[in-house]
């Protein structure tokens, strides 16, 4: 187990440095400068100055190798957008707000997910299956975004019964918690489906029924136990994909977090900016695979990690 983690770890580094390197050299690549929006207003000497300031004015390999020598010492630099402001500091202020709400949406996206399939699996209304089935495919078909457009013009706008703007209130986390978590209730919901029909027709399970368990029982100690490792495995990813934040929904929401911070970045070329941003990304996508395997080998035994 121990060497394993290492191995993935070790692994996970290497995936976090080519991915910075990548985005290093692609953010360069691209015509223009995080100046190039102000160069107009701004007379040469001072764009020249600009790009001094920030190190812009060096060779793409000299501003490189200082950039990822910076970051090996913790050290992402400061802002070019926010004229000089810590990247630290930026991420300190936004991730909390990110962090929140992606905690709330991942625990509903799961805790909805299980239970809406689960209740597919089972129920013998069909007009509820196929409504759940039916919500679960607009899940996967709907963007966010328009989801988020839809909810605030109902909710907010027409009906006005709940905050579309920040996190003020717990009743702020409503829509974008919906929003945000839509996409992974409708996937949760037909990966635990699938699982408990397959679970089901297992041997140990017709043998569990015949002894005279009771269903819920059945259902929930021994067929929702086998049935829940696809939804590990996805949640992983996902949680990692949630509490980083949505980049449309949290400018969308007008949410102070990381999200938004990235659009910004993108928008005015904030190299600094984007990279930080890109590997907190990165390597919380990489802990969560980890993890992800772990869980998996702790809740299946027959689950094997590799040496």
């Known amino acids: 187990m121990v060497r394993y983690v290492v191995k993935r770890i ?23 400068s995080p100046f190039s929006g102000e160069s107009s207003n701004l007379p040469p000497s001072v764009v020249q100055k600009l790009n001094e300031k920030y190190g812009l004015d060096k060779t793409i390999w000299e501003q490189y190798l200082a950039y990822m020598g910076n970051v090996v010492r913790g050290d992402f630099g400061v802002s070019i957008y926010r004229k000089g402001k810590s990247i630290s500091k930026i991420i300190a202020s936004g991730l909390p707000y990110t ?3 992606g905690l709330v949406a991942s625990v509903y996206g799961i805790v909805a997910g299980i239970l809406l399939g689960t209740i597919a699996a089972f129920t013998k209304r ?18 966010s975004f328009l989801l988020g457009v839809l909810l605030m013009l109902l909710f907010g706008v027409q009906l006005r019964i709940l905050p579309f703007v920040g996190l003020s209130t717990p009743f702020h986390y409503v829509l974008p918690t919906l929003c945000l978590s839509f996409s992974a ?7 635990v489906k699938s699982g408990m029909q397959e679970v089901m027709k297992q041997d140990y399970m017709i043998l569990a029924k015949s002894k005279g368990t009771p269903d819920k029982k059945v259902i929930f100690r021994h067929g929702l136990k086998n049935a829940i490792l696809p939804v590990i495995t996805y949640a992983g990813p996902m949680f990692a994909t949630l509490l980083t934040g949505s980049f449309v929904i949290e400018s969308l929401f007008s949410i102070p977090g990381i999200g938004a911070e990235y659009v910004n970045s993108v928008t005015n070329r904030d190299y600094t900016m984007i990279m930080a941003l890109t590997i907190l990304y990165g390597a ?3 802990a969560a695979n980890i993890l992800t395997d772990i869980v998996n080998a702790m ?4 689950i094997k990690l590799g040496k």
């Open 126 to 143: 069909k007009w509820l299956t196929s409504f759940i089935i039916f919500i679960s495919t607009l899940g996967v078909s709907v963007p």
């Open 99 to 101: 962090a929140k709400l």
């Open 299 to 302: 809740a299946d035994p027959r």
């Open 284 to 286: 919380m996508i990489i």
């Open 185 to 191: 209730v409708a996937t949760i919901t037909r990966l």
């Open 10 to 32: 070790a692994v996970g580094i290497l995936t976090l440095f080519v991915l910075a390197t990548v985005t290093f050299f692609l953010m360069h690549i691209i015509p223009g």
